[in-house]
Nanobody, 124 residues
Framework: QVQLVESGGGLVQAGGSLRLSCATSGRTSIMYAMGWFRQTPGKEREFVAGISRFGGSSYYVDSVKGRFSISRDNTENVVYLQMNSLKPEDTAVYFC?????????????????WGQGTQVTVSS
């Protein structure tokens, strides 16, 4: 089994920054691609960013390009999401997810493991 634990969420003013972390443990050798998703009440979980197995490629939803950056430290088994220039519409619960594969999928069905989520609230 693989466990994912997110941290780093909180309340921030518009224009501010937060860095989310996702610590992985367990059989991490079977997990390769990683992704961040977010969800607001009544809406489906949305792909935000993904990173390939060794971190060589990253992918973003258009609404966060240029503001968010995903990275990973495979020696520490941690994935990060640096969020800058935050907007009120970024408010959501953010989830870390892991997939067996090299390229991170952009749909929830492509992932095998999920964290419990961390709340990010951006005030205007």
């Amino acid at each position: 089994q693989v466990q994912l634990v997110e941290s780093g969420g909180g309340l921030v003013q518009a224009g501010g920054s937060l860095r989310l972390s996702c610590a992985t443990s367990g059989r991490t050798s079977i997990m390769y691609a990683m992704g961040w998703f977010r969800q607001t009440p009544g809406k489906e979980r949305e792909f935000v960013a993904g990173i390939s197995r060794f971190g060589g490629s990253s992918y973003y939803v258009d609404s966060v390009k240029g503001r968010f950056s995903i990275s990973r430290d495979n020696t520490e088994n941690v994935v990060y999401l640096q969020m800058n220039s935050l907007k009120p519409e970024d408010t959501a619960v953010y989830f870390c997810a892991g997939a067996r594969g090299t390229i991170p999928p952009d749909t929830t069905s492509g992932y095998d493991y999920w964290g419990q989520g961390t709340q990010v609230t951006v005030s205007s």
